[in-house]
């Protein structure tokens, strides 16, 4: 294990060591390699070397039932000997590496080039300078001075280079430490129960040192390496470490291993903590990663391909799988990190990606930089739908900007040329080339501005400064973002699966009813009703078969309600034993833990717990409890109101469930059995067999647990269902207390059209003759259903999928589940956003999920839709002002430079606009804090345009506004302020009041527009609520303040000239005209303008399905559907002249004739396509053919 000298703490550990190694009765060396043996090896070596577990207890100086004294100097001394329970993280980024990283985007090199080159040439005075026969057409008179000044525009470009540099390498700086900030919240959150000195403390996962006791549950993730000590059913899911999928059963004779990182599946324990940080199982591989992680950064370079990175082969089992699965401390800190997830969610969540997929190079493991900046981050399922949108978009801009710039630059170089060698006839004199080549570079350094403008670099910045300040904001809300995406996924959500238990109730359990002794009782009985035989067995039942970790505590402030600690479901029996005057410790305490004989845990199959003691005469006793309509089936006997077992026949029972349990049930009560059975002490009864031992049991007495529902929910849900989002509740309760408590919660309402469905028949429903699931059935179903009852996880995930998956309705559905067990995991990898309960939630749902709710409440879930949206809203918000901008700096730069051979704004103030409109803005408009009307709107939809038809009113309309303006300034603008003209201005000739103006009332423009941007459904008053955000406010006035200066004071570097007040009035005034403009265009109805087009929507293929790849038909010109016919056609003869080729090659080489066939029906299905979009109503389906990205699956399959 050489390799992992990197980490000094190994080798720290290693020195020491040698050194302590005499004060316990083991090496930490020889226990790490004891924990690298499994199952029956382990058992060997153990016998072996120590003799049995309790004997390594005693060399580490601890006690299997007091464990350790816990005093500091003994704790400090085994983090010395056998490390902490800690895993270094992996080294940030520095700043600087994040500025190097900055400089990598393309539009910055080029502009780097030009300004170099632009350097270059200012100090480069060539001989032929002042020859005449060099002077262009525009030559004119040129100061000494200014010819000295012509270096400054090169350092100005530089120098705003720098600036965006900076300003993109400090935002992903101030994210990642973000990231950590979260990452080290998370940790502290995650505790551990241990037990010190005879008590049971919860500590800090990093406290936990080798020689500890753990207590260990259904539903733990284990925080370091250990061995099983006691425990019941103990069963572990150990697919993190080994890839194998199935649960290992633990027990001390058999596989006493138990390792940090493997997942609770069933049953609880104790373990002894053998290996701890950098030595347990996950440290170790950790520390290869660790090792390997300079390499991964290379391989980083050569753009592994995140598909092949997932698809590790499950077989060559531990290496594979763990170097996905522990990519990051993620386990043995019980870190949330990202990283983790994210291998195993891509795999789960990959639908059809998988081409998306292959183009994203392999990002590293830190969750932090998975949103880098320009690539879009594939942290999870496909691209979260915005991001998809915004790549589009950005692509088609750039495309655009290109071409443009192109255009520009060719048409100056050409007229040049043209105006000097053909019109004026000079000849090209050598002497001449560097004066001539400096024209050049002028007018590279003009079409790369226009690039730069058109180019909306600060897109990826809104996006991440928008979901940064959401997730920040968020926490507040009681949402633990640990997927930057999930926050806006969120706002498109149209469904939500809530559990019940926990998130619409507030998971406090008591007791409200009971049927004890053949009598129903309406409330709690008085304990002198009842027969004291009957007491007895009740009290043990409930003492004894429940977890000995569930207590009632009192309460911590006087006059709050007792606290309730554990399993709530036992905390509400235990507290019926207290309101019946009875206590439940004694019996605990003589009956200890160690003592039971064997116990059946409650799992989602079992629906029951079950618990074995031995009595005095050496019989047995079995208590049983669990889901009334499941224990009663099993009860033969029942006890009368004298405490006598009489016999209870199913005809009783079924009247017993008509005038009991679903009165309960229906009153929204959960309804618990308890039962008793006792079996001979010989023969002893085969305790495996299950189905034998769980019949015959005598029923105790039937209690019905009011959980009541949380006061906000139904407030909640009522937002929820107004946004258009769809509440389903899928819960493990009778039909009737899930029917009662969603009337309740006002997710149905008596009269309307819902299902309400059990597991079994929502099963039967789904299900063909052979027991397959059928899509078709599944969307019969599941518009209509409300309540999912007695449903196990299973039901859960396939439910999830189903609607994921359903192409029912026009717009792919978009799910969010809550989840607490360890048995939502799948669920909530499947769903677009899982929420984990923070409180009640076990490690494995917290790990599958994107968003933990600190509080468990329902209404907060309410607060990240209303966030979601907003960044959406944010984000549409940016882009109708810095579009406006783009298309109006881009056109003036592009027809200014044609017409005048000079863009009226330089490069220098092209980059100025393009840091206030892209960086600035994106911080202004980003950090809108939400509003409530939000929710009064239904989600957007994946396939629903970035730019709606009202942005792209107001985008031209702005435009068209700012040209006109412009181009009279150009062109008229010197006799109205009499002032000399600016254009065809000669080489370095002084900057002109002119276009100084041009310049400044551009900016107003923006400043103002900037205003207007804020509203983007066409509202009038975009005034409101504008001084809620603070940051708006101070960004406006700051540009404004900084626009004086450098008009002011700017001078050469920015083409600047001072302008008088009057002319500053007139600039503002203008700008002012903006947002008149605005109210004009908002009186323009959108509905007028079908011309209109929408940019930004998805159509890859595996967004959507066909069919609704557009909403309304009538906007597909004839035109356009001409071209596209006409691509197809050149596709099928395409593919008609390649088939025809292959043949005759076939038939040369005398080769399979597969191939041929192959291509054969791949043009079929495109003949199909084409027959579809002979017939209008089917135009919608040409959409998947307008770029040839999105070929039909045949033809970009090939």
């Given amino acids: 294990m050489g390799d992992m000298t990197n980490s000094d703490f190994y080798s720290k550990n290693q020195r020491n060591e040698s050194s302590h190694g005499g004060d316990f009765g083991c090496t930490m060396e020889e226990l790490r390699s004891l924990m690298e043996l499994r199952g029956t090896e382990a058992v060997v070596k153990i016998k072996e070397t120590y003799g049995d577990t309790e004997a390594i207890c005693q060399r580490l100086r601890t006690s299997p039932v007091e464990g350790l004294p816990g005093t500091a100097p003994d704790l400090e001394k085994r983090k010395q000997i056998f490390g902490q329970n800690f895993i270094p993280p992996k080294k940030p980024k520095t700043f600087l590496q994040l500025v190097w990283e900055a400089l990598q985007d393309v539009t910055l090199i080029i502009l780097e080039i030009a300004a170099i080159i632009s350097l270059g040439l200012s100090f480069y005075h060539p001989p032929g300078e002042n020859n005449e026969g060099c002077a262009t057409a525009q030559g004119g008179a040129e100061d000494e001075g200014e010819a000295e000044a012509g270096w400054i525009e090169g350092a100005a470009i530089l120098l705003s280079v720098i600036c965006v540099v900076l300003v993109t390498a400090f935002n992903d ?188 190079p392999l990002k590293s493991a830190e969750g932090g930089d998975a949103d880098d900046k320009k690539k879009a981050n594939m942290h999870k399922k496909e691209k979260s739908v915005l991001q998809g949108k915004l790549t589009k978009l950005a692509v088609q801009i750039g495309k655009a900007g290109l071409v443009m710039s192109a255009i520009t630059v060719i048409i100056l170089v050409l007229y040049f040329t043209v105006d000097t060698f053909v019109v004026n006839k000079k000849p090209w004199l050598p002497e001449c080339t560097p004066v001539y080549v400096q024209y050049f570079v002028k007018f590279f350094i003009i079409g790369v501005t226009v690039l730069v403008v058109a180019v909306p670099e600060g897109l990826p910045l809104a996006v991440t400064i928008s979901l940064a300040y959401s997730v920040k904001k968020m926490m507040k809300d009681n949402n633990l973002v640990r997927h930057l995406d999930a926050c806006e996924t969120m706002g498109n959500a149209t469904a939500i699966c809530s559990d019940k238990t926990g998130t619409l109730t507030t998971n406090r359990m008591t007791v409200v009813q009971a049927y004890v002794g053949d009598v129903h009782y309406k409330e709690v009985p008085d304990p002198s009703s009842i027969n004291a035989k009957t007491m007895e067995l009740l009290v043990n039942a409930i003492a004894i078969n429940s977890a000995y970790t569930t207590k ?61 003691i031995k009595m005095p005469d050496e019989s047995f006793r079995m208590y049983s409890k669990g889901a009334s309509e499941i224990v009663l089936k099993k009860c033969c006997k029942i006890l009368s109101g004298a405490g006598e077992p009489r016999v209870f026949r199913p005809r009783d029972r079924d009247e017993m469930v008509k005038k009991v349990i679903e009165p309960m049930a229906c009153d929204g009560l959960r309804t618990i059995c308890v039962a008793y059975r006792d079996f001979p002490s010989s023969p002893e009864p085969d305790w495996d067999n299950e189905n034998d031992i769980l019949s015959d049991l005598t029923c105790i007495c039937v209690v019905g647990i009011e959980d009541p529902v949380r006061p906000e929910v139904p407030e909640a849900i009522r937002k929820c269902q107004r946004a258009g989002i769809t509440v389903r509740m899928v819960t493990g309760d009778n039909i009737n207390t899930a029917r009662a408590i969603a009337i309740k919660c006002g997710i149905i309402h008596p009269g309307e059209d819902f299902l309400c469905l059990e597991g079994k028949e929502f099963n039967r429903r789904i299900r063909n003759e052979k027991g397959e699931i059928e899509q078709e059935r599944i969307d019969k179903i599941w518009p209509k259903l409300r309540v999912l009852a007695r449903s196990s996880p299973t039901d859960k995930h396939t439910l999830v999928k189903g609607i994921i998956d359903s192409t029912h309705t026009e717009q792919r559905q978009v799910v969010a589940v809550t989840g607490d067990g360890t048995n939502d995991g799948p669920a909530l990898k499947k769903a677009d956003v899982g929420f984990a309960m923070g409180i009640a939630g076990t490690d494995v749902a917290k790990e599958a999920s994107d968003i933990i709710l600190t509080d468990d409440n329902f209404s907060s879930i309410v607060k990240a839709v209303m966030w979601g949206r907003n960044v959406y809203d944010s984000i549409s918000k940016f882009l109708q002002f810095q579009l406006t901008v783009n298309v109006v700096a881009v056109i003036v730069a592009f027809t200014g430079a044609c017409i005048t051979q000079d863009s009226p704004l330089k490069a220098v103030q092209m980059l100025w606009v393009n840091l206030i409109m892209d960086t600035f803005a994106s911080l202004a408009l980003a950090t809108e804090p939400p509003t409530e009307t939000l929710l009064l709107r239904k989600p957007y939809g994946r396939n629903k345009p970035l730019i709606s038809r009202t942005m792209m009113k107001n985008i031209l309309g702005h435009a068209v506004y700012q040209l006109t303006l412009i181009f009279t300034l150009l062109f008229v603008g010197e006799k109205m302020f009499q002032i000399d003209s600016g254009r065809n201005a000669p080489l370095h000739s002084p900057p002109s009041e002119h276009y100084t103006i041009i310049f400044n009332t551009f900016v107003m423009m923006q400043l103002f527009n900037e205003i207007n941007a804020r509203k983007i459904h066409g509202e009038r008053n975009v005034f ?57 265009i908002a009186t323009i109805p959108t509905s007028r303008l079908k011309f209109l087009k929408e940019a930004g929507r998805l159509t890859q293929k595996e967004e959507i399905p066909e069919e609704e790849l557009n909403e309304d038909v009538e906007e597909i010109d004839h035109a356009e559907r001409e071209l596209r016919r006409g691509q197809i056609l050149w596709f099928r003869g395409l593919n008609r002249i390649q088939t025809q080729i292959e043949v005759v090659n076939t038939f040369k080489s005398g080769a399979s004739f597969q191939g041929a066939l192959r291509r054969q029906s791949s043009v079929t299905s495109q003949s199909q396509d084409v027959a579809n979009l002979s017939s209008p109503s089917r135009v919608s389906l040409s959409n998947a053919l307008s770029s040839p990205t999105s070929l039909p699956p045949a033809a970009a399959g090939r």
């Fill in 552 to 612: 009632i505590l009192p309460p911590e402030k006087e006059g709050a309600l007792p606290r309730q600690v554990g399993n709530k479901t036992e905390c509400g029996l235990l507290g019926f034993v207290l309101d019946l005057k009875q206590d439940y410790e004694p019996v605990r305490s003589q009956m200890p833990e160690e003592k039971l004989y064997k116990v059946y845990t409650f799992n989602s199959v079992r629906k029951s717990m079950s618990t074995v």
């Fill in 173 to 360: 700086w101030s994210k990642e430490k973000q990231f950590r900030g979260l990452q080290s919240r998370i940790e502290q959150e995650q505790k551990f129960t241990v037990v010190r000195a005879g008590q049971v403390v919860q500590i800090p996962v990093a406290e936990i040192v080798v020689g500890d006791i753990a207590q260990i549950k259904y539903g733990d993730l284990l925080p370091a390496d250990g061995l099983f000590i006691q425990g019941n059913d103990l069963k572990i899911d150990e697919s993190s470490l080994t890839g194998e999928s199935d649960q290992v059963r633990k027990s001390v004779d058999k596989d006493p291993m138990l390792l940090s990182g493997t997942h609770v599946m069933e049953g609880s324990g104790r373990m002894v903590v053998t290996a701890v940080g950098v030595n347990s199982q996950t440290g170790i591989i950790f520390t290869l990663l660790g090792a390997g992680g300079e390499e991964e950064e290379k391989k980083d370079k050569k753009g592994v391909k995140k598909g092949d990175g997932l698809q590790l082969p499950a077989a060559d089992g531990a290496a594979a799988s763990n170097a996905a699965d522990s990519a990051n401390a993620s386990l043995v800190n019980g870190k949330m990190q990202d990283g983790n997830v994210d291998t195993s969610q891509s795999k789960a969540k990959q639908q059809d990606g998988a081409a998306a997929m292959e183009m994203q």
């Fill in 1024 to 1080: 409101d609520g504008i001084f809620r955000n603070p940051i708006f406010c101070t960004i406006v006035l700051g540009t404004f303040a900084i626009q004086i200066v450098i008009v002011q004071f700017g001078g050469k570097p920015f083409s600047c000239s001072p302008l008088q007040l009057d002319q500053w009035m007139w600039c503002i005034f203008i700008g002012l005209g903006e947002l008149v403009w605005g109210q004009v």
